[in-house]
């Protein structure tokens, strides 16, 4: 069965700080997909990235970093000297099963990121 | 820029009432979603429809239904509504073009519904 688990429920820093949100997934496919979305307060979730299970290579964008690691099955998120509009709910997804047709997500229940001034 | 919008952003209901909420996409999208959102929870789907007039249970399909007479157009209805049906809901869309998995799933501004 598909399973995300975000372990984090709060996380806390002071602003500059760093922040690693830690995302660990089940799946029996070889082939898959891993999703990172943000939820700032207004409540819309916006798409962040999309990594398929092919590509190990770390991803960098702005202050932004993601490392995808197989071995360990993590898809983990850092940001770096966090500001205090990075305040929000994180949310990782993982693909459906190799019999979803469709593009159904499983969502993890989400880490809650506060940066204080 | 996909744009998902969802027709309110809060809506208050009495137990027993008959809700609609409605999400319309601009992008021509194949597939649309509905979810919902209960804290420690993360996101739990209701409902999708990969093509007009087709719709397929989601994880939680229970006390509601929904309606999809129009592409762009996807809607939510609580038949009778009851308090445990309070929550966050969201919507999404994605293409469908890609193949299973691929599309990234692109959210509304969400529905936040009580009933009291």
């Known amino acids: 069965a598909q399973k995300v688990t975000q372990a984090q429920t709060e996380i806390s820093v002071v602003e500059k700080e760093d922040v690693t949100l830690d995302c660990v997934y089940e799946?029996?496919?070889?082939?898959?997909?891993l999703f990172w979305y943000k939820q700032p307060p207004s409540g819309e979730l916006v798409f962040l990235i999309r990594?398929?299970?092919?590509?190990?290579q770390n991803e960098i964008s702005g202050r932004y970093s993601w490392n995808f690691q197989k071995s360990t099955s993590s898809f983990n998120f850092t940001i770096t000297a966090s500001q205090v509009v990075d305040s929000a709910v994180y949310f990782c997804a993982l693909s459906g099963p190799a019999t979803d047709s469709w593009g159904k997500l499983q969502f993890g229940a989400g880490t809650q990121v506060v940066v204080t001034p | 820029d996909v744009k998902v919008t969802q027709s309110s952003r809060y809506l208050v209901k009495r137990t027993g009432e008959k809700v609609f909420l409605e999400c319309v996409q601009d992008?021509?999208?194949?597939?649309m979603f509905w979810y919902r959102q209960d804290p420690g929870l993360g996101l739990r789907l209701i409902y999708f429809?990969?093509?007009?007039?087709?719709?397929e249970k989601g994880d939680i399909p229970e006390g509601y239904s929904v309606s999809r007479e129009k592409k762009e157009r996807f809607s939510l209805i609580l038949e009778s509504a009851s308090t445990n049906q309070t929550s966050m809901y969201l919507c999404a869309s994605s293409s469908g073009t890609s193949g299973r998995g691929q599309d990234t799933q692109y959210f509304g501004p969400g529905t936040r519904l009580t009933v009291l």
């Open positions: 990594r398929n299970s092919f590509d190990e």
């Open positions: 799946t029996r496919d070889t082939t898959y997909y």
């Open positions: 429809s990969y093509d007009v007039k087709m719709k």
């Open positions: 992008m021509d999208h194949e597939n």
